[in-house]
């Protein structure tokens, strides 16, 4: 199912504009019209930036997924919404998310909300690239809910999720979906402190009504919320474990980590296809597109051009529209230049 060798993709957020950040500060002033208003525009906004820079793969930048009624957790039936973060003030890091208390049964009635923004995607993108939607998964979502009585540790909040997720999968593969991305990106954050077989096992689960019915991959980082990471940056506790992922494509972040690791896209290569992070998306250095092809011609000494996909290390939602702009136009001419001089 893949279009063509080295190509150009993205990981799944992008960055808001600055009005649609202001406007989230003020949403009771909106009515239910100019919310929709408000979410559309954006993603055309994200759509156009995306198409404009040349990629091979394009997304909505996860332009709805706002901190009110269209959040995951918003939902969810059973809990009990933003209960007070630990830390408010000082430098900015995960432990000032709040988390959600669970007061009830686990469900999603209607849905996780990612059909809509496939079906919205599908509407406003032109011919052309080729549409990809992203879902978070189990161990993921369980991270921002409170444990208790009825979920006394992590993993029974994910095998409380892991149905929902199963379930919004199904319904996008069903909706016409042909690309879809399941973010786990916990999982690589505390494989080093748990068992990478049961992390599969978990996954696998989770995605068996999409697996072979649509082109799946997943994106195995370490935390970028406020540009932070979360847990030790090595791929090394991961595999070969995550091997066995049933995905058609794994995704892992080079560029912020000075390609340390760049010998795993090899053993990759010869199981999956492996999209790798050559845009560090924690830095304000735009990567030339002269940087962009050796960093590509450097990972084509370890895997063959036809397994391999490029992206940047991880959502673009993080950094700023102007500089995401930028890094990603020049993604782009980097790997056209590579794939010019190695005849592709």
């Known amino acids: 199912m893949k279009e ?8 799944g957020s992008y960055p808001f504009p600055g009005w ?15 919310r929709s208003e408000l979410q559309e525009d954006a993603v055309i906004a994200a759509v156009h930036d995306q198409v404009a820079a040349g990629l091979d793969v394009i997304t909505d930048g996860e332009q709805t997924r706002l901190d009110f009624n269209l959040s995951f957790y918003g939902f969810l039936a059973g809990l009990e919404l933003e209960a007070a973060p630990p830390r408010r003030f000082g430098p900015p890091a995960h432990d000032q998310r709040g988390k959600h208390a669970v007061i009830g049964e686990l469900s999603a009635p209607r849905g996780l909300g990612v059909v809509d923004e496939w079906q919205r995607l599908k509407r406003l993108a032109p011919e052309g690239p080729a549409l990809k939607a ?10 921002r809910l409170l444990t208790g009585a009825r979920y006394p540790d992590r993993y029974a909040l994910t095998e409380a999720l892991l149905p929902i997720v199963r379930a919004e999968l199904e319904a996008l593969v069903a909706a016409g979906c042909r690309e879809i991305t399941v973010d786990e990106p916990s999982m690589s954050c505390y494989a080093h402190r748990e068992d990478p077989a049961r992390f599969v096992d978990i996954f696998n689960r989770t ?11 997943t994106h195995l980082c370490f935390g970028n919320y406020k540009g932070r990471a979360v847990g030790p940056r090595r791929y090394a506790p991961m595999f070969p474990a995550f091997l066995d992922m049933n995905v058609d494509e ?3 972040e080079m560029a912020s980590r000075e390609f340390a690791e760049i010998e795993i ?3 990759i290569a ?18 030339t597109p002269e940087d962009v092809a050796e960093r590509v011609r450097l990972c084509l000494r370890h895997a063959p051009a036809d397994r391999l996909s490029f992206a940047p290390d991880c959502g673009l939602s993080q950094t700023a529209r102007w500089a995401a702009k930028m890094k990603l ?8 230049k590579v794939r010019e001089e190695s005849g592709l």
């Open 4 to 11: 063509r060798p080295l190509r150009t993709t993205v990981i």
């Open 20 to 34: 649609l950040e202001f406007a989230v500060q003020h949403l009771s002033q909106f009515g239910e019209a100019d």
């Open 134 to 143: 992203s879902v978070p998964g189990p161990y993921t979502l369980s991270g």
């Open 207 to 217: 995605v068996e009504p999409a697996a072979g019915r649509c082109r799946l991959s």
């Open 250 to 252: 794994i995704h892992v």
């Open 265 to 267: 896209i090899g053993p």
């Open 270 to 287: 010869e199981r999956r296809e492996v999209a790798v992070g050559i845009i560090d998306v924690k830095s304000y250095y735009i990567e």
């Open 329 to 336: 136009k020049n993604l782009v001419a980097g790997v056209q």
